[in-house]
């Protein structure tokens, strides 16, 4: 069975701080792994994806995430916070079949 | 190229009014999902569909809700008879499976639905 563990539900950072969003997952078969964003009243927007290839994957808006099979572990990084980042952030997985599980979410607040 | 489309965006409707929801998915996706945002619950996926087939609908709450799939570019999931319970944002995602992809999902900008 896949789950997805996303620690913290609510991060305070300091505009010009790094952001690290925690996420754990279990997989019963190697995984693919997301990370989506949800600004106020929008729907989830694709981050970026883990599909076993590099394990460092850049995304938009300046994120990226490791994937660390050993710590079963997808964290979310950004080095500097901007205003703009402030929104939900989603881990989720794929046990590359047809489900898709999500994780509880993190809020983000971004501190000027 | 065209997203996911959802409407109507809002809704407001009286308790035990039926309310039908709208969604058409990116051309060529194959899979099609339903879920349910409020700030108790998070997101829960109610339905799934792959090629115009529901696969699992585990999550429907109960039988007033029921979702459909007539054709691959067009989905509903309606509520008879609504309650205010069901006050929540729906939103719905597609997907490509299959052929070596992700099958990341795209999801809508949701539908927003206050039941009185």
């Known amino acids: 069975a896949q789950s997805v563990t996303q620690l913290g539900s609510h991060v305070s950072v300091s505009e010009g701080a790094l952001v690290l969003l925690r996420c754990n997952y279990s997989s019963s078969v190697p995984p693919y792994l997301f990370w989506y964003v949800q600004y106020p009243n929008q729907g989830l927007q694709l981050l970026l994806k883990y599909t076993s290839a590099a394990t460092l994957v850049k995304g938009i808006n300046g994120f990226e995430a490791e994937f660390k099979k050993s710590e079963t572990s997808f964290h979310l990084t950004k080095p500097s916070a901007h205003m703009s980042d402030a929104a939900e952030y989603f881990c989720a997985v794929s046990d590359r079949g047809n489900q898709f599980y999500f994780g509880t979410g993190t809020s983000l607040t971004v501190i000027p | 190229d065209a997203g996911v489309i959802q409407s109507p965006r809002h809704e407001v409707t009286e308790m035990g009014q039926e309310v039908t929801l709208r969604c058409k998915p990116i051309?060529?996706?194959?899979?099609l999902f339903w879920y349910r945002q409020t700030m108790m619950r998070g997101l829960e996926l109610l339905i799934y569909?792959?090629?115009?087939?529901?696969?699992?609908d585990s999550g429907m709450p109960e039988d007033r809700f029921s979702a459909k799939m007539p054709n691959a570019s067009f989905s509903t999931l309606k509520i008879q008879p609504s309650e205010p319970r069901d006050s929540a944002v729906y939103f719905c995602?597609?997907?490509?499976?299959?052929?070596?992809?992700?099958?990341?999902?795209?999801f809508g900008e949701g539908s927003r639905l206050t039941v009185l």
């Open positions: 995602a597609s997907s490509l499976r299959g052929g070596g992809t992700a099958g990341e999902l795209f």
């Open positions: 051309s060529g996706h194959n899979s």
């Open positions: 569909f792959n090629n115009n087939v529901p696969i699992d």
